[in-house]
């Protein structure tokens, strides 16, 4: 009554067409060399363009130009700590306008001395002689250098601010100007430079023009082989073949199952009209009994 035992065997092969078998031949040899070259990366000077000489050029001329550098940003830096310090706000310590005040102060003085005093001095000579040398010569005198003094005063104060005003302001942009200055002295390397970088990144596309070349060169047995068998893949055509074997004992219980499964299909042929129609469907089946 027990079952039997079921073995499947199946094998699924797939026949290319002779145009599809053509394509995977001719990509086979494609994917061995890509297989078997090996691979290389560029290195060194090969991947990166070194420095032109205008820019090495430059640089040495930047690096030689920083002590003049220094020198105009010290200086600056000296005056605006002398400016700081209130003395440049005195005029007896600003030798500037000490030298414009006493350029526009001897004049006065040597009018004084040469021309006023020298004819008070021959007017009195020139009178009755009782008044030679006296209080009046003395007080003639003593006004004109008075009045000289106050002249002086006058002209060195209205120069001394002046001046004073036109220093500062002049030595602010200056000060102001001196970082501008310094740098102005790099201008030459900062030029040479600049035409450095650009000759440099010619070089440097240059080489990964060559670089890309090459690595393509690398790429394209891939590249074929791919493009050869995903070609042989989109050609129509083609069979799938299937193989195998099967084998089945379904045992006692399964025979007897059909058969009356078998003997049901015969007497339903009788239903419910009976008679002698139903028994010559059963006699072929008697017969062989």
């Known amino acids: 009554m027990g079952g039997g035992t079921a073995a499947d065997t199946k094998t699924t092969t797939q026949q290319l067409t002779p145009e599809q078998q053509k394509l995977v031949g001719m990509s086979m040899p494609q994917w061995a060399q890509f297989a078997n070259a090996p691979m290389t990366m560029p290195t060194g000077d090969q991947a990166v363009a070194g420095f032109t000489q205008p820019q090495v050029q430059g640089q040495s001329d930047i690096l030689s130009a920083t002590g003049a550098m220094g020198g105009d940003v010290g200086t600056a830096a000296d005056t605006n700590r002398y400016l700081s310090s209130g003395a440049f706000l005195d005029p007896g310590s600003n030798p500037y306008v000490q030298n414009a005040v006493k350029a526009a102060t001897n004049p006065i003085y040597q009018q004084l001395s040469t021309q006023t005093l020298p004819q008070l001095a021959s007017g009195g000579a020139a009178g009755s002689g009782v008044n030679y040398g006296g209080s ?94 995903s070609g042989a893949g989109a050609l129509p055509g083609g069979s799938t073949t299937a193989t195998g074997t099967s084998s089945s004992d379904p045992g006692l219980f399964a025979d007897i199952l059909g058969g009356a499964s078998a003997a049901g299909g015969l007497l339903g042929g009788l239903g419910k009209a009976g008679g002698s129609a139903g028994i010559m469907g059963l006699a072929p089946l008697l017969g062989m009994i």
Do not use: H
């Open 136 to 229: 009046r010569e003395g007080i003639a005198q003593g006004l004109a250098s008075g009045l000289a003094s106050q002249a002086a005063g006058n002209t060195g104060a209205g120069i001394m601010n002046t001046a004073l005003g036109q220093g500062l302001e002049a030595t602010g942009r200056a000060i102001g100007q001196a970082p501008t200055s310094a740098a102005a002295r790099g201008l030459p390397g900062v030029t040479e430079s600049a035409v450095g970088a650009e000759q440099q990144q010619q070089q440097q596309n240059v080489l990964n023009a060559n670089n890309a070349a090459a690595m393509f060169q690398q790429m394209l047995p891939l590249l074929k082989a791919q493009a050869l068998t």
